[in-house]
């Protein structure tokens, strides 16, 4: 009797007490659900689940049922024992269904305010208390990081999916992928696994991590791209702190909802609160007040234990954000108190894009980071903060299956367990080799044939002034063929100028690395003629060969330039680079350009030989970069780029008819400025020693084509300007919407507003002027339709511009003013430019 008694009293809890407990999942893929609301049906009594997905729910009374809801998911109803202890886990399905537009209007509207506004008042305390919260207060920190990364792609159309092309690729579909609350069917390209330590020393700040173990497959390799990876960590935020001033994701800076000044942007709402047995929390909300700015808008969760802490929070985009083709957002980071902190232990960052905004193909992104095993000021040794601050373990490439099941802190669903089985089969397919191939042509301009590449395609027609139509063909090879030796020629002829071009390079590889790809080491030897403009042989952007055809004003000084060059090319893992060359160069007048003497005879000089060594410098701290098949593109941050070129020429060696000596420099650099935008800063400089003729000084970078270069002076004429010392100042600043965004009717458009400003300072010593001293070529004289050229004078040459961008999201249109030396031929003070330049 005793022992039956002290059973049904230990069964119903000893006071009446009803208790219910369990774990919350997602019923598709098994992952814990956080901060599921579940209250005993009919009263006030109320908890949520925590990070992974565990609750307890006890009160007194006898209560006989249980709800559990969440926002995207099917609320769920259960049955329970009154005054009894139950345990009860459950599975949440995703409410198919979209919810229509409800508005609630009132009889008198509130105008928002800050003050007396309890929401602000409580974000006020999380922003005082910021330091005091964020992990990077402590003076040392150490934790371990599981970071997660996929591409899928999605709204693939029926006529595709059941053709008879993809027939054969059906077992690389995943059905149970969620696209903005909806079940989807996608096709995973992308997945990446890594694991990392990380180490944190306040002061002197050093950071180091340590990729321990990384696992990766990929099915769209056709992007001739290293770092892929690199690039799209970085795109969904591969260092998102709740705790800074701005989010860098979505290469955008966002405004954090508890920056120090959030609340001038924000409005935020107390929207509910949340007690368990452990802790009180405050819901609050926050939207934006302008709708188009680079702002969140979602929920916090901060902790009413006096620190003010985050301890979850959720962020989203509205609709009406100037970000293109991103159809949506959303970051969700959960914190847990450990030492009298909140560290954060897991980050999710999802994101979707198309080229239309709510239908079409599109592309589903997301990046989980769990982090684990946070040690508070527990310092190396001295010794060890001086190592690299990334690096990379021996054997950290780990394809064992078994290795990852017992060191993967996350589970994962039961479709991404299968991606690396599923590319591993997709790559031995021969339809799929081939599919490949024709893919990597077309996106990377050289066509895979064996150990040889036939390329660029880009480059097989052009035409100018001076050569008229112009065919190339050319090719390299790769490692198939060998890995020390590489060689990449080219051929071209103009019909026109009925000239043969021709560009040979012989590459000797030290570390066996292609010398296309990162990093560099190895020596060359090649051979190089062809037609150029003076001063511009780079002026063609890429990008932009279609537009840079067409040309305002008279372009027709050119040059046929024959150059012997051996080198040495070497890359430092901190991305410090150098570049040492000899080079024996030969110009050659073409077109409208003579050389001619300025001494008593004014005879004609056929060519102008020099022999050069020169020494390039570059250096990029934390640069991150993505490899193309020809060169590298550096992803914009806020550290700064140095260049410095050092050239010095002998006289009498192979030819070379001068001496002299030139140093040029310059630093560039992107200031972020939050909800301003960003500013791209260029300081640049030259000087030349030694007296040398006009086209051995420096010839200032000019543009006459219609395609806006953000490098040149765009309403400069080719070879207007020479000079042998000048400094340099090129600003252009990026609002990204700022203004126009508050613009009724404009705001739609999502147009993005641009101001630059470059200005010259710089001039011609005498003894280089051949208007004072002999023995000089004379400048080319504006006769015959020609422009002149002229030394640049003590006053400065400057321009500005405006722009209007994003207009059909491609599209950029400057309107560029030149301020001064307007009395020069064929000089308008206005131009327009145009650039093509989609960007998110």
């Excluded at 029926?158 to 992928?177: C, I, Q």
């Excluded at 991590?209 to 935020?237: E, H």
Aim: glycine share 6%; net charge positive.
């Amino acid at each position: 009797m005793i022992f039956i008694s002290l059973s049904v009293s230990a069964q119903q809890n000893n006071s009446g007490v009803t208790q219910v407990s369990g774990r919350i999942t997602d019923a598709l893929s098994g992952a814990p659900l956080p901060f599921v609301r579940i209250n005993f049906t009919g009263s006030n009594h109320s908890t949520s689940s925590d990070n992974h997905g565990n609750y307890l729910l006890s009160a007194p009374g006898s209560f006989n049922q249980v709800s559990f809801s969440s926002m995207g998911y099917m609320p769920e109803n259960r049955k329970i024992n009154p005054g009894q202890i139950n345990s009860i886990s459950v599975k949440l399905r995703y409410a198919e269904n979209q919810l229509k537009e409800v508005k609630v209007i009132s009889g008198k509207k509130n105008r928002y305010r800050n003050k007396g506004n309890p929401a602000v008042e409580l974000i006020q305390q999380v922003i005082d208390h910021k330091e005091r919260n964020r992990m990077q207060s402590s003076n040392y920190l150490q934790y371990d990081l599981y970071e997660r990364i996929g591409l899928s792609v999605f709204n693939l159309s029926n006529k595709f999916l059941n053709g008879r092309f993809f027939s054969k690729y059906k077992f690389m579909l995943d059905t149970t992928s969620k696209v903005n609350g909806r079940t989807q069917t996608t096709l995973p390209v992308f997945f990446s696994e890594k694991m990392f330590q990380n180490y944190y020393r306040k002061d002197p700040s050093k950071s180091i991590q340590i990729l321990n173990a990384q696992k990766q497959t990929n099915i769209i390799k056709f992007i001739d791209t290293a770092g892929l990876d690199i690039y799209v960590n970085r795109l969904y935020g591969n260092s998102i702190d709740i705790y800074s001033n701005n989010i860098f994701v979505i290469n955008r800076q966002f405004l954090s909802p508890i920056a120090n000044h959030s609340p001038d942007f924000y409005k935020f709402f107390i929207t509910d609160t949340i007690k368990t047995t452990a802790e009180k929390l405050i819901e609050i909300s926050f939207t934006p007040r302008n709708k188009g700015d680079l702002l969140f808008e979602g929920k916090l969760y901060v902790t009413m234990d006096g620190s003010y802490a985050v301890k979850s929070c959720e962020l989203n985009v509205n609709k009406e954000i100037n970000i293109n083709f991103m159809r949506s957002l959303r970051i969700q980071q959960d914190f847990k108190q450990d030492s009298g902190r909140y560290f954060l232990v897991k980050s999710t960052v999802r994101a979707d894009f198309g080229l239309l905004k709510n239908k079409g193909f599109g592309i589903l992104g997301e990046r989980t980071a769990v982090f684990s095993n946070y040690k508070l000021n527990a310092p190396q040794p001295d010794a060890f903060y001086n190592g690299k601050s990334l690096q990379i373990a021996a054997n950290s490439n780990q394809a064992d299956t078994n290795y990852w099941a017992r060191h993967r802190p996350d589970t994962l669903t039961q479709q991404q367990a299968t991606v690396y089985a599923h590319i591993t089969r997709l790559e031995k397919m021969p339809s799929f080799k081939r599919t490949t191939w024709i893919a990597s042509t077309l996106t990377g301009g050289y066509a895979n044939i064996g150990p040889v590449q036939l390329g660029p395609l880009g480059s097989t027609f052009a035409y100018d002034s001076q050569e008229g139509a112009r065919l190339q063909a050319g090719g390299r090879t790769t490692p198939q063929f060998n890995k020390t030796i590489y060689l990449e020629d080219h051929i071209a002829y103009g019909f026109k100028d009925k000239q043969v071009k021709y560009n040979l390079n012989t590459y000797f590889s030290l570390n066996q690395v292609s010398p296309f790809r990162y990093p560099r080491d190895y020596f060359k030897v090649s051979y190089r003629y062809d037609a150029d403009l003076p001063g511009q042989s780079l002026t063609v952007i890429p990008e932009q060969a279609a537009l840079t055809s067409f040309t305002t004003g008279k372009t027709d000084y050119w040059l046929y330039n024959k150059t012997y060059t051996v080198a040495y090319v070497r890359d430092f893992e901190n991305h410090f680079s150098f570049n040492i060359a000899l080079r024996n160069w030969n110009q050659q007048p073409a077109g409208t350009l003579e050389f001619r003497s300025n001494n008593a005879d004014n005879h004609s000089i056929y060519n102008l030989t020099t022999s050069e060594v020169e020494l390039n410098l570059r250096y990029a701290p934390h640069e991150q970069i993505i490899q193309g098949t020809e060169v590298r593109h550096t992803i914009r941050s806020r550290y700064p780029i140095l260049n410095l070129q050092i050239r010095h020429a002998f006289k009498d060696v192979l030819n070379s008819s001068y001496t002299y000596n030139n140093i040029t420099a310059n630093i560039y650099k992107r200031f972020f400025l939050s909800q301003l935008g960003y500013s791209d800063i260029t300081l640049l400089g030259s000087v030349t020693t030694g007296k040398v003729p006009f086209p051995l000084l420096s010839i200032l970078r000019a543009n006459q084509s219609i395609a806006y270069d953000p490098d040149a002076y765009n309403k400069m004429n080719y070879l207007e300007f020479v000079s042998d010392h000048y400094v340099g100042l090129n600003f252009t600043h990026s609002f990204s919407g700022f203004i126009l965004n508050k613009i009724p009717l404009i705001q739609h458009l999502k147009w993005r507003e641009y101001l630059s400003f470059k200005v010259l300072y710089g001039g011609l010593r005498n003894e280089n002027n051949p208007l004072f001293s002999k023995d000089l070529y004379q400048f080319p004289a504006a006769a015959n339709g020609a422009n002149g050229t002229f030394s640049l004078g003590n006053t400065p040459y400057t321009e500005g511009g405006v722009g209007i961008g994003n207009i059909f999201k491609f599209l950029r249109i400057d309107v560029i003013k030149r301020f001064n030396y307007l009395d020069h031929p064929a000089v308008s003070p206005y131009g327009v430019k145009l650039s093509f330049d989609p960007h998110l």
